[in-house]
């Protein structure tokens, strides 16, 4: 049987950081505030990695655009880089090196660049943050050709997607979501990569598809209870990886239950479920019971006031109900 | 304005080599205005006739080891460096035996081989990375240097601050290499920088600055040959304005509007490839018959570059899901 431990996300992120430094000698974290003498990063998931690894490890000014800069040359030198932005909207002032540079070199390059790096980003409604710490940006990086977009929701998967990254031979952002860190979880100590690309059933249901990622699949369990006292059997499928995304596993869902509900953090408006519910309405067009719906953050900055942010966020009651309409009970 | 330095002077064999390398960088530069005009190659030119000094004095000085980041005026900077002509030709003519496939193009030319690692078309952009590949130069414990060129234009994009900053502090082989052509894009450079002389902002990074003619090959190999000597040795980076003219505008068919045609007369007068060419030999370094020679052979390197590259077949279609990722889209 597989020897697990009880921890929370920023335990098992930090312990996928130290179990690839020891097993790659090219692997580099860096970021602000990462080292130990800093506290090993501002929510302490670097904690005792520069003790250990000495220069492999390093604080960085506050300086985004250098920091994927340093992390695109020294993967272009053959080392594997984890840098973290600290947080997700402070993406905004390195979005070049992102978007302009770490996604296209491979292809402009014509396969000669290979830019194996691992952006870690923290984000997510909840902490009252307001609008410039809080938002949920996969679909812009989903929307770029070239970096693949992972949102863990659970200990266990942060580790083993994580490891995943690091490892993948293209870049990565991996986004640590404010709703999903502080449940604990099982966590393999010796914890297999999960291979990114691929989404897991996590629960099985013959009425209705919920596609879900990161925070939402934690309200979207929470929503499982009250639908199956109503009757309704839900089944969840958890994306972990938003791009490229495993249409296969969704679609042979769907195809199933006959009816689909999207669920995101993200700003629902052009959100990333827009493109999942559009290829299930292409795909199985005739085979669906009910619209494709989509559940997501209303169009507005992510707001400070606390009622505000708790009506921003899509409620478990909201999925409940929601579910309920399409199902027809 | 350059006090250094104690640098040799240049032997007579690296200044043939230097002027090697100029007419290199300046027959393929004519070669590829003629075709373009012809329509033979249709692309965005950024032409750096005229800044043929800079790059050609510091790749003297460079091994393949050596890495370079560019930006989209930069093809003198990779010609300098070594990138061979023919799968150079193909890339800019769009064709399979690119150095890209023909996925860059002239503004993403790449050549690994030849230390060629970067070329960017979002200006300032080559600092940041130049900056990552010196960071991996000292963590391999190895005396690789790691160049990033790029415009005046570009020293006042944050990308420079943040580059030079992090450079600075963890003491990184970078050599940041300003070739400062009097213009960013159309604007002319007291219009768009605060200071009279961008080697002036080293000092706000605790690092070297000088400002150099770069149209001078001895002036230009002194201060590459103390900036890059300090990069090997660990002592960190150095910033290097290079003082520099380009001939053909910001983009080849620009009209020049911004500047009077005597100022651009005047500065094309100063053009330094007769000058080096008749220096070399009034010093004995190398003979009119020589120099006649080098410069047809090179012609017809470049011509026969052109002709590979125009003759290359153009790329299959599905190589639009080729290189997205390492692994191949799913038609």
């Not at chain 1, 770029?144 to 994580?162: E, F, R």
């Not at chain 2, 690296?14 to 070669?31: A, F, H, K, S």
Request: a negative charge; glycine letters at 10%; one cysteine or more.
């Amino acid at each position: 049987m597989t020897e697990t431990v009880k921890q929370h996300a920023f335990q098992a992120i930090n312990a996928a950081l130290h179990q690839a430094m020891e097993e790659d000698p090219k692997v580099l974290v860096f970021g602000e505030d990462i080292g130990d003498r800093e506290g090993g990063g501002v929510t302490g998931v670097a904690v005792g990695l520069s003790t250990k690894f000495g220069n492999r490890v390093r604080s960085t000014p506050i300086s985004e655009q250098v920091i994927i800069g340093a992390a695109i040359g020294a993967a272009l030198a053959g080392y594997k880089p984890v840098a973290e932005i600290m947080m997700m909207n402070f993406t905004a002032v390195c979005m070049d090196m992102i978007v302009n540079h770490a996604a296209k070199l491979r292809f402009m390059s014509g396969g000669q660049s290979t830019v194996p790096i691992t952006i870690r980003t923290l984000t997510g409604a909840g902490w009252q943050t307001a609008g410039q710490h809080a938002d949920h940006l996969e679909g812009w990086f989903a929307h770029t050709a070239g970096i693949k977009v992972v949102a863990p929701s659970n200990p266990a998967d942060y580790k083993g997607l994580l490891l995943s990254c690091i490892q993948d031979p293209d870049p990565c952002i991996i986004i640590e979501s404010a709703g999903t860190l502080f449940i604990p979880g099982d966590v393999p100590v010796n914890q297999e990569p999960i291979p990114l690309g691929l989404a897991k059933v996590v629960a099985e249901g013959t009425d209705l598809t919920i596609v879900s990622w990161s925070s939402m699949v934690v309200r979207s369990l929470q929503a499982l209870a009250p639908l199956a006292e109503a009757g309704i059997s839900v089944e969840l499928v958890d994306l972990r990886t938003v791009s490229p995304w495993d249409r296969e596993t969704v679609l042979k869902s769907v195809a199933k239950t006959g009816r689909c509900l999207v669920v995101h953090e993200a700003v629902r408006n052009f959100g990333p479920g827009a493109e999942i519910a559009a290829t299930v309405g292409e795909e199985l067009f005739g085979k669906l019971k009910a619209p494709v719906r989509r559940l997501g953050g209303p169009y507005s900055p992510v707001p400070f006031s606390k009622p505000l942010e708790d009506a921003y966020l899509v409620s478990v009651d909201t999925i409940v109900a929601t579910v309920k309409e399409m199902v027809g009970k | 304005m350059a006090e250094q330095s104690n640098s040799p002077a240049p032997s007579t064999e690296t200044l043939v080599d230097i002027y090697r390398r100029m007419i290199r960088i300046e027959r393929n530069d004519d070669t590829i205005r003629k075709a373009v005009r012809l329509g033979k190659l249709v692309m965005p030119y950024y032409s750096a006739r005229g800044q043929e000094v800079i790059p050609s004095a510091i790749s003297t000085l460079l091994t393949n080891e050596d890495t370079i980041c560019t930006i989209y005026r930069g093809i003198h900077d990779m010609v300098a460096k070594g990138m061979p002509l023919r799968p150079l030709w193909a890339e800019i003519a769009g064709r399979v035996d690119g150095t890209c496939k023909g996925k860059g193009g002239p503004m993403h030319l790449t050549h690994p081989e030849t230390g060629v690692m970067v070329t960017t078309g979002i200006v300032g952009s080559s600092m940041p990375i130049a900056t990552g590949l010196g960071w991996a130069a000292q963590l391999d414990g190895s005396k690789r240097v790691s160049i990033a060129y790029f415009g005046d234009g570009a020293s006042n994009i944050g990308a420079f601050h943040e580059s030079l900053n992090l450079a600075s502090l963890w003491k990184l082989p970078v050599i940041f290499v300003c070739q400062n052509n009097g213009f960013a894009e159309h604007t002319r450079y007291e219009h768009g920088t605060s200071v009279d002389f961008i080697s002036k902002r080293a000092i706000g990074y605790g690092m070297p600055g000088y400002t150099v003619d770069g149209n001078d090959p001895w002036a230009m190999y002194a201060a590459a040959h103390e900036a890059i000597n300090r990069a090997r040795d660990g002592e960190g980076p150095t910033l290097l304005e290079c003082k520099t003219f380009r001939f053909h505008g910001h983009v080849l068919g620009d009209d020049d509007k911004y500047m009077t045609k005597e100022e651009k007369a005047e500065a094309i007068a100063k053009d330094p490839l007769p000058a080096f060419r008749a220096r070399l030999i009034a010093e004995g370094h190398a003979t009119e018959d020589q120099l006649t020679k080098l410069q047809a052979d090179i012609q017809a390197e470049v011509d026969d570059a052109m002709e590979f590259g125009l003759a290359s077949a153009f790329p299959a279609l599905d190589e639009l899901r080729r290189d997205v990722f390492a692994t191949e889209i799913p038609a």
